[in-house]
């Protein structure tokens, strides 16, 4: 069975079948690293930088499917419009400035006016293909989309979506699902993980519009890509091609993707080590070729729908190790649900969600492993047996953190050094580091070079340095300061008053409060989270607090952050189906 070894200093733990085994090897005790320690409290905190905050387009109302019919029926005390992202075509098509695509998470892909901020259904993803899923709520069904870097001349974008295979139907898609349509190949094998069942599948789709001018999808579907999960959420989420890499580039048309490890890595048993496997998929970012023709002399994938780089001047890490999957560019991630790149620093960026104590945020590097799920955040993290899903200080002694940090992985002759994160903070101050952006806009001067970023559950918003982020590369114990971000918020209903400072998290419960959202008894929003208020065994919590001793309502915020191609940024809740934009700065960020 293959399994890592994490060596740290002094110190040796091996996670084996699911069990985190520590043996001191010295009398000799270690300081335990004050920034490494888990905190009693909240440690973000607003340090006076405010942005202006607008409603920008309210997202069409839609439901969920499970096994049932598709599409699924409108719940009113669920979230009412789950977009999960917002983007731009590349600059050089004819519509860039005019609209946005928005994946619904509930099956259908939208176009976005910008003039008229009117919704156009675009793509009936959720009906084309009959195993399309939501279930369970969060993570799976419709999740991204991703332009190819030639679309303006080819037409050719990617989505992902997740399935249950055990829901009735065709596997394939079908293709008298819509107009003008045809489904080009069958479904190709998925590739599973090497242990334990398989109940959900992420599949990734190229897309090929035969008239980019228009608002309707007229043209071919190709599946790419079918990767198998063990268990429910943390699915493959996001995609992005390289921006700086132009045509006869080593890089140019590469895809990466994100790939979560389906909760595999924090479970005891033969799922654990999936994370650090380099023979499965889940828990990694990958990079293809979708275009076979691009570069003929790469090697071409066995279902024959992508190439992986080989034989470019720019080769995947993992060609050349027997039995390793070709597709994996770093690995050691728990939840990268959505990645990012600067072409002003050419920095890769990835969001990773932590188990029960950390968030991270992680400069993805090529061959990187960070250390999932032998760490979480700036720790050894115990998985199984009494300290499972804690931390080395969260147990009592605590455990030190050396200055060695290597983990033993199979398939690899040497040891290989663990990347830390170059920030994170804790669950008191949230449960799901969300999405985020380097800002490179004109309204917000004061802000270029922040990586702004949100709190998924609570809604806070956060900025770092993106130049201390990229300083901070390699310092195990040391994160960049995170600050929180006030929002000043210009109430749609009136229109006279001036912005009112608010949290996001009470905008999202107004908002949903105002299309008609039905909240349950015991939350103000959708869903549960237990630093807001929610359910843990069938039961609330309360008393739930944010840092400063306001009490929150329970349920998520679910808020997400997206970009356009003018380098704006936009913030979209679910819970209440709106997105809406950052529009100015109202205090900057004091001088350093």
């Known amino acids: 069975m293959a399994f890592a070894q994490l060596k740290r200093g002094k110190h040796f733990t091996g996670a084996l079948i699911g069990t985190a085994l520590i043996a001191a090897c010295s009398t000799t005790p270690l300081s335990v690293t004050p920034e490494a320690t888990y905190p009693p409290g909240p440690q973000l905190k607003y340090n006076g930088t405010a942005l202006l905050l607008e409603d920008y387009a309210t997202i069409p109302l839609s439901g969920r499917r499970n096994d049932g019919p598709y599409p699924g029926k409108i719940d009113m005390t669920e979230q009412l419009g789950r977009a999960n992202a917002l983007r731009s075509e590349p600059a050089d098509a004819p519509q860039a400035d005019k609209r946005f695509f928005v994946p619904g998470q509930n099956g259908m892909l939208y ?22 899923s939501t279930e369970p709520v969060y993570g799976m069904g419709l999740i991204s989309i991703a332009f190819d870097p030639g679309y303006a001349k080819n037409g050719k974008f990617y989505t992902v979506h997740s399935e249950r295979p055990n829901i009735a139907g065709p596997a394939n898609g079908k293709s008298d699902a819509i107009p003008n349509f045809k489904i080009i190949g069958n479904v190709t094998p998925a590739i599973n993980p090497p242990a334990g069942e398989v109940g959900f599948q992420s599949i990734i789709v190229e897309w090929t519009d035969s008239n980019i001018n228009n608002n309707t999808f007229e043209g071919s579907a190709r599946e790419i890509l079918r990767a198998g999960l063990n268990f429910p959420l943390h699915p493959m989420a996001d995609m992005l091609f390289n921006p700086l890499a132009k045509a006869g580039d080593a890089d140019y048309g590469n895809l990466y993707i994100s790939v979560g490890d389906g909760t595999s890595g924090e479970r005891a048993g033969p799922t654990h080590p999936i994370p650090q496997r ?10 293809i070729t979708p275009d076979i023709t691009l570069r003929p002399n790469d090697m071409l994938n066995i279902n024959e729908r992508y190439r992986v780089p080989t034989n470019s001047r720019d080769p995947n890490p993992f060609i050349s190790v027997k039995g390793a999957r070709p597709e994996i560019f770093a690995y050691g991630l728990r939840n990268p649900h959505r990645i990012t790149w600067d072409p002003a620093s050419n920095t890769l960026i990835a969001a990773d969600i932590g188990d029960h104590s950390w968030e991270e945020l992680n400069i993805i590097v090529k061959g990187g492993n960070y250390g999932w799920a032998e760490c979480e955040g700036p720790e050894l993290r115990f998985t199984g ?8 200080t969260q147990i009592n002694p605590p455990l030190p953190y050396p200055a060695e940090d290597t983990v033993k992985v199979d398939l690899l002759d040497k040891m290989v050094p663990v990347i830390p994160p170059v920030a994170y903070y804790s669950h008191h101050d949230g449960l799901a580091v969300g999405s985020g952006y380097v800002y490179r806009g004109k309204l917000m001067p004061e802000m270029v070079g922040k990586y702004i970023f949100t709190e998924m559950t609570t809604g806070r918003l956060f900025y770092t340095d993106l130049a201390e982020m990229i300083a901070n590369q390699g310092k195990r114990v040391k994160s960049v300061p995170i600050v929180e971000i006030e929002i000043a918020y210009k109430n749609p209903d009136s229109a006279n008053a001036a912005p009112v400072k608010r949290r996001m998290y009470d905008i999202t419960a107004d908002g949903f409060k ?79």
Request: hydrophobic share 35%; net charge positive.
């Open 514 to 592: 105002r299309r008609g959202g039905v909240p349950l008894k015991e939350t103000v929003l959708p869903g549960a989270s237990t630093i807001t208020g929610g359910f843990r065994g069938g039961n609330l919590t309360t008393g739930k607090v944010d840092p400063y001793g306001v009490p929150y309502g329970g349920g998520r915020a679910d808020v997400r952050l997206a970009r356009g191609v003018d380098e704006e940024i936009y913030l979209i809740s679910k819970p209440d189906g709106m997105i809406r934009k950052l529009t100015a700065v109202i205090t900057p960020p004091p001088a350093k």
């Open 278 to 287: 380099l023979d499965a998929l889940p828990g990694k970012i990958l990079r």
């Open 385 to 392: 047996g009494p300290n499972g899903g804690m931390t080395a």
């Open 111 to 132: 176009v976005l006016d910008k003039a008229t901020r009117q919704f156009t259904p675009y793509l009936d993803v959720g009906k084309i293909f009959p195993k399309f």
